[in-house]
């Protein structure tokens, strides 16, 4: 999953519900923040995203009830995911925060059948202001179908117009195999590696920092 979650930037909110780490670069100049234009909804051949709502909430239980194993494993807010007040409180979170315009969620559901796949997520990064991150989760039970890489394909081209100086950045543990893979396709480069970073757990672990070429054309 990208970013430590599966991919998003640091939320604001209580530790269980971080995405991804807050990033630490002590080089680098502040900026204005960045706003974007984001779509509701976008689709492709497959699927489709829209923004989240309360309404998603059993949705987006029974996927991460599926998952949680998984999750767990590189991703320190998904333990003890299981369970409907994790749910609860999780979405509750994500709306506070997409209220205050620090991130922009998307469930993304299969277009046959609007089964809940998974979930893409763009966020403001803190530490690097001006800068936003990308971060995804995927359902244990749809591995190996492309989901999220679709996903990525489709709002990255939304998103890549938009930042000028600015970055898109994604990050993932070291151990993140197919997440290393699907941010290389997508046109990210590494630009940096976080040595011996502690999650809420007390587990140590690297993690790796991607950005996005501007040359990008995703056609990958």
């Not at 990208?2 to 995405?19: C, D, H, I, K, N």
């Not at 609860?88 to 991130?103: I, P, S, T, Y």
């Amino acid at each position: 999953m990208g970013g430590r979650s599966g991919g998003s930037p640091g939320l604001g909110l209580a530790p269980e519900f971080r995405y991804a780490l807050t990033m630490r670069f002590p080089y680098h100049k502040p900026r204005a923040q960045l706003e974007l234009a984001l779509p509701s909804v976008f689709t492709t051949a497959r699927l489709v995203a829209s923004r989240l709502t309360a309404h998603d909430t059993a949705d987006i239980h029974a996927a991460l009830a599926e998952s949680t194993a998984e999750l767990s494993v590189t991703c320190d807010w998904a333990v003890g995911s299981g369970s409907e007040k994790f749910s609860r409180r999780f979405v509750a979170g994500l709306l506070a925060e997409n209220k205050r315009g620090q991130r922009a969620d998307y469930l993304v559901r299969e277009t046959a059948g609007r089964l809940a796949v998974g979930m893409v997520a763009l966020c403001r990064n803190h530490d690097r202001a001006g800068d936003w991150e990308i971060g995804f989760w995927r359902r244990s039970g749809c591995r190996g179908r492309g989901f999220m890489a679709e996903a990525a394909r489709a709002l990255i081209p939304v998103v890549q117009p938009q930042l000028h100086f600015a970055k898109l950045l994604l990050t993932c543990d070291e151990n993140s195999a197919h997440v290393i893979r699907l941010a290389q396709n997508l046109g990210f480069v590494q630009i940096a590696v976080i040595h011996n970073d502690m999650d809420r757990h007390g587990r140590l672990r690297q993690v790796l920092v991607f950005a996005l070429q501007q040359s990008s054309q995703h056609s990958s």
